[in-house]
């Protein structure tokens, strides 16, 4: 029973109460932990930049955009995963919840191995297609091919924290990172420091941190109620990963080609050199920051929206839109202009080399300063997300900044081929574009979608605890809920 009320207390009522202190706990600690792995990542280029030449440091920089090509459809999945649990628990169906859990831990584990096995056969003819410099290349190789040992390990605990976050659980990720982080960063500096063991060893010290994160991840789901697997009765049902897919297979496949964008990006940077990859690599670390703020909101968005949604809590859903927008958009803007203001301050984290502080402050300049401007776009798609519409937010995203950027690359960059505030420019116009059109495709969707339904009894929104004659049940909304959707059709 205790660890029943412990649990319980660990997650977040997000169909009643008050609305911005809950998504506050909900957002902060989730980017917390993508800063906190960010920081632990930045590590290894930090180790290596201290105890290495700058080949070292750019074959390690050089592979993070394959890397998130590789992985982005399956953590695509993961958002599925969140919202189809969020869905079952605006519903008050904790029968399927378990089932859900199960299926979820089967795709994790299968991706993972999936993306071993195609990460070690593809690194070298995908890093030289990308024309990784030949002095750099055989050390990228290397690194990359390492590092997807652990990848059974990653995809584990990315599920992992998506179940998590479907009851509002955003901090025992955090304290799985936490962990692992340091882990790591103990491995780095006995590997490169001590082993002298370059970029390899940075690689084997994330793989054990992965595993480790995995195993704590695994552990926090098990000793939750709601949430944990129960062998005798949880089963993979077809239903489910058709839920799963629906939702999360276009968010993976725009992550796919967001990534195939930054790839071609990388591709042009790499034709400037060793110096241009590190500076570009370390700049970008800040850009990361950053965004973990916009994603962190953004998750806030999909997984409230969800929950409210399926309870028929629609007034509910618009307010969480625009407390997560204002919310978003207020901290990056304070954090993307600090960056980029002190841009000289903050890259010799990483770097003393003039020529690599050089190109790294023109990406700071060009790029961090407009930062915010994602919000726009991620908080109105992760809001469409919510309400079911997962195809059109991800086919605007792939067309805004993805296709315009492959097309700047090939065309106006292709003109100025030598001039690195050419390439840099077209992320803040990809995400101005973007942004605009997922704003109008939200305002207008969901103005279609709540129209018929504002006179839909509403639960108030009453503080934690209190008990309210006029509320009404979460059976009773599921069945207003289910009533409006028949009148739709």
């Known amino acids: 029973m205790n660890k029943a009320i412990e649990n319980k207390k660990r997650q977040i009522d997000m169909l009643h109460g008050p609305l911005l202190k809950k998504i506050l706990l909900f957002a902060l600690p989730l980017a917390l932990s993508g800063i906190l792995q960010q920081l632990f990542n930045s590590a290894d280029v930090a180790v290596i930049g201290w105890f290495e030449d700058s080949n070292a440091q750019a074959a390690v920089n050089s592979n993070g955009s394959l890397i998130n090509l590789l992985i982005n459809l399956f953590t695509g999945l993961s958002v599925g995963v969140t919202v189809v649990i969020a869905e079952y628990i605006g519903r008050d169906d904790k029968e399927d919840i378990h089932s859900v859990v199960l299926t979820a831990a089967v795709i994790a584990f299968a991706s993972g191995v999936l993306l071993l096995a195609v990460g070690i056969i593809i690194a070298k ?23 997807f040992i652990g990848m059974p390990f990653l995809m ?31 491995l ?36 939750n109620e709601t949430l944990r ?22 968010a993976g496949l725009q992550g796919i080609v967001f990534s195939l964008s930054n790839v071609c990006i990388q591709t042009a940077i790499n034709g400037f050199g060793d110096k241009a990859m590190a500076g570009s690599g370390d700049a970008l670390y800040f850009e990361y920051y950053v965004y973990y703020f916009v994603s962190s909101f953004a998750q806030a968005t999909v997984t409230f929206i969800s929950q409210n949604y399926a309870a028929g809590n629609y007034a509910r859903c618009k307010k969480i839109f625009k407390l997560n927008m204002l919310a978003s958009l207020a901290v990056t803007t304070v954090l993307s202009l600090t960056f980029a203001l002190g841009g000289k301050l903050f890259i010799r984290i990483y770097t003393s080399d003039p020529e690599v502080i050089q190109f790294a402050l023109i990406r700071m300049i060009c790029v961090l300063s407009g930062e915010m401007i994602p919000s726009t776009y991620e908080i109105a798609g992760g809001a469409l997300r919510g309400i079911g519409k997962s195809l059109l937010p991800a086919l605007i995203t792939v067309v ?90």
Request: glycine share 4%.
């Open 229 to 250: 697997i129960r062998f005798k009765k949880s089963k993979i049902k077809a239903k489910y990963l058709r839920r799963i897919f629906a939702i999360g297979l276009p």
């Open 125 to 147: 003819p995908v890093l030289t297609a990308m024309d990784v410099p030949e002095e750099v290349l055989p050390l990228a190789v290397k690194y990359l091919q390492v590092y």
């Open 188 to 223: 780095n500096l006995l590997f490169v420091a001590v082993f002298k063991m370059s970029v390899v060893g940075v690689a084997i010290a994330t793989v054990v941190a992965d595993a480790v994160s995995a195993g704590c991840v695994v552990f926090f789901i098990m000793k």
């Open 400 to 489: 805004g900044s993805c296709v315009l950027r492959i097309i700047w690359v090939y065309t106006v960059f292709k003109a100025y081929s030598s001039n690195f505030y050419v390439l840099m420019i077209i992320y803040p116009i990809s995400w101005i574009a973007t942004g605009s059109v997922m704003l109008l495709s939200y305002y207008l969707i969901s103005r279609k979608k709540f129209k018929s339904k504002d006179e839909t009894p509403q639960p108030p929104d009453t503080p934690d605890g209190d008990n309210n004659e006029n509320c009404i049940t979460t059976d009773e909304a599921q069945d207003v809920f289910e009533d409006t959707e028949l009148t739709k059709a």
């Open 156 to 186: 584990i605990y990315n599920f992992g924290s998506a179940i998590l976050r479907s009851v509002g659980d955003t901090r025992r990720p955090l304290y799985c990172l936490t962990v692992a982080g340091i882990i790591n960063i103990a």
